[in-house]
């Protein structure tokens, strides 16, 4: 009898060559196949049954066939994301430069059509939360690539064998932006005093200061925004965002990722999945009131074997005051809320490491005067990691919020 692996290797191979030749190929002989072998009568190259091409606005690109094939062949069920998501590409992706992929049109910048599947659903959550699924042969993120998530939606992965990141991959909202969340991000609302978009949205600028971004973590200040969601990441969506202030537009929530593969994930020792939040707005060059910085948002691994040497991150941005606050940082070191100036104390600083609430903002200026009160940090994101044996190689890694919080954590498939 073969074992476990041994079925799940021979799925894998035979979804890339075509299903019911390779079937009968191992029932027969147990023959090895090549990469030259030619795919099953009406299947294309990855073995599916692809049925006929539909394109509606990016709404649904890949195939409309054997979904259970796929499923099978990764040998599991993912969390959120159901069987009818899952399409069959042709042609595995490696990524080697800027790419920009945007889970709301399903199109991605450096790639060709059939590289990839796409398809959009809505999650169970009692706001039925959209999530673009794309799905890929294999996907390797290069030591130079440089990938943003874009669009709305939070976005996730399907790879059908290996995924492979050794580059840079951010689900966070773009500097200079003007608060506009990405990837499942909460944007900021618009200015004066008003309480930050999400379920953890901050408080707006009052007496006390804007309110930081919550999601795991509670944002920074008296009217910091509360933590909701769950260490499972049962659904998939970003951080919130922090309350704004007279002047301030910046301070969106983090995005979120999940990534799902049939064999393995490698987070290199030069890759990094960055889903942390925007720093808070600033006040300006008055008494006028500063924004909150936007909580971190989510990351969810889901393979048989998970490998992490590099980062892993999803802090919340630091607090806006004279200036705007710090993005969230590549490492597990908290954003930096704006040092005190002449007309607003230090913006409070973000999540990172063990800290997984944001600081509040202070009120005394680079003098000690008793200034406006600078807004607070946001709040850490979820981090999950789920394997076959319920424990994934970190040994090396760097993981922010940190496995020793409750907001990253690891279980089984």
């Given at each position: 009898?073969?074992?476990?692996?041994?079925?799940?290797?021979?799925?894998?191979?035979?979804?890339?060559?075509?299903?019911?030749?390779?079937?009968?190929?191992?029932v027969?002989?147990?023959?090895?196949?090549?990469?030259?072998?030619?795919?099953?009568?009406?299947?294309?190259?990855?073995?599916?049954?692809?049925?006929?091409?539909?394109?509606?606005?990016?709404?649904?690109?890949?195939?409309?066939?054997?979904?259970?094939?796929?499923?099978?062949?990764?040998?599991?069920?993912?969390?959120?994301?159901?069987?009818?998501?899952?399409?069959?590409?042709?042609?595995?992706?490696?990524?080697?430069?800027t790419?920009?992929?945007?889970?709301?049109?399903?199109?991605?910048?450096?790639?060709?059509?059939?590289q990839?599947?796409y398809?959009?659903?809505e999650q169970?959550?009692?706001?039925?939360?959209?999530?673009?699924?794309?799905?890929?042969?294999?996907?390797?993120?290069?030591?130079?690539a440089?990938?943003?998530?874009?669009?709305?939606?939070?976005?996730?992965?399907?790879?059908?064998?290996?995924?492979?990141?050794?580059?840079?991959?951010?689900?966070?909202?773009?500097?200079?932006?003007?608060?506009?969340?990405?990837?499942?991000?909460?944007?900021?609302?618009?200015?004066?005093?008003?309480?930050?978009?999400?379920?953890?949205?901050g408080?707006?600028?009052?007496?006390?200061?804007?309110?930081?971004?919550?999601?795991?973590?509670?944002?920074?200040?008296?009217?910091?925004?509360m933590?909701?969601?769950?260490?499972?990441?049962?659904v998939?969506?970003?951080?919130?965002?922090?309350?704004?202030?007279?002047?301030?537009?910046?301070?969106?929530?983090?995005?979120?990722?999940?990534?799902?593969?049939?064999?393995?994930?490698?987070?290199?020792?030069?890759?990094?999945?960055?889903?942390?939040?925007?720093?808070?707005?600033?006040?300006?060059?008055?008494?006028?009131?500063?924004?909150?910085?936007?909580?971190?948002?989510?990351?969810?691994?889901?393979?048989?074997?998970?490998?992490?040497?590099?980062?892993?991150?999803?802090?919340?941005?630091?607090?806006?005051?004279?200036?705007?606050?710090?993005?969230?940082r590549?490492?597990?070191?908290?954003?930096?809320?704006?040092?005190?100036?002449?007309f607003?104390?230090?913006?409070?600083s973000?999540s990172?490491?063990?800290?997984?609430?944001?600081?509040?903002?202070?009120?005394?200026?680079?003098?000690?005067?008793?200034?406006?009160?600078?807004?607070?940090?946001?709040?850490?994101?979820?981090?999950?990691l789920?394997?076959?044996?319920?424990?994934a190689?970190?040994?090396?890694?760097?993981?922010?919020?940190?496995?020793d919080?409750?907001?990253a954590?690891?279980?089984?498939?």
């Amino acid at each position: 009898m073969h074992g476990k692996r041994d079925y799940q290797s021979f799925s894998i191979r035979a979804l890339r060559l075509g299903v019911w030749g390779a079937a009968v190929c191992w029932v027969a002989s147990g023959c090895l196949l090549s990469e030259d072998d030619e795919p099953a009568s009406g299947m294309d190259s990855s073995g599916i049954d692809r049925g006929s091409e539909t394109d509606t606005g990016g709404v649904d690109k890949g195939s409309e066939g054997t979904n259970a094939e796929v499923i099978e062949v990764l040998g599991f069920a993912p969390t959120i994301i159901p069987e009818s998501a899952i399409r069959a590409p042709s042609r595995a992706l490696e990524i080697t430069g800027t790419c920009e992929i945007d889970g709301q049109s399903g199109t991605i910048s450096c790639a060709q059509e059939d590289q990839f599947a796409y398809q959009s659903i809505e999650q169970s959550d009692p706001d039925r939360t959209s999530l673009g699924v794309f799905t890929f042969s294999d996907l390797t993120l290069a030591a130079t690539a440089q990938v943003r998530l874009a669009g709305t939606f939070p976005t996730a992965f399907v790879v059908l064998g290996e995924a492979r990141i050794v580059g840079i991959l951010r689900a966070m909202p773009a500097r200079f932006a003007s608060g506009r969340g990405l990837a499942g991000g909460y944007s900021v609302p618009d200015m004066g005093y008003a309480r930050g978009v999400g379920p953890g949205g901050g408080g707006g600028a009052d007496s006390n200061g804007a309110g930081g971004g919550g999601h795991c973590g509670k944002g920074g200040g008296e009217n910091g925004g509360m933590p909701y969601g769950d260490a499972e990441i049962s659904v998939l969506r970003g951080g919130s965002s922090g309350g704004s202030g007279d002047l301030s537009s910046d301070g969106a929530g983090g995005g979120a990722i999940q990534i799902v593969a049939a064999e393995r994930i490698t987070i290199g020792t030069t890759g990094l999945i960055n889903a942390g939040g925007e720093g808070g707005g600033s006040g300006g060059l008055s008494s006028q009131l500063a924004g909150g910085g936007g909580a971190g948002g989510a990351i969810l691994l889901e393979a048989p074997e998970i490998v992490v040497a590099g980062i892993l991150t999803a802090n919340g941005g630091g607090g806006g005051g004279d200036w705007d606050g710090q993005l969230a940082r590549d490492d597990n070191a908290p954003a930096q809320g704006i040092s005190a100036g002449s007309f607003h104390g230090a913006g409070g600083s973000g999540s990172g490491g063990d800290t997984v609430d944001g600081a509040p903002g202070a009120n005394l200026n680079d003098e000690g005067e008793v200034v406006a009160t600078a807004g607070g940090g946001g709040g850490s994101g979820w981090i999950r990691l789920n394997t076959s044996s319920g424990a994934a190689d970190v040994a090396e890694a760097t993981i922010s919020p940190s496995l020793d919080t409750k907001c990253a954590s690891e279980g089984s498939l």
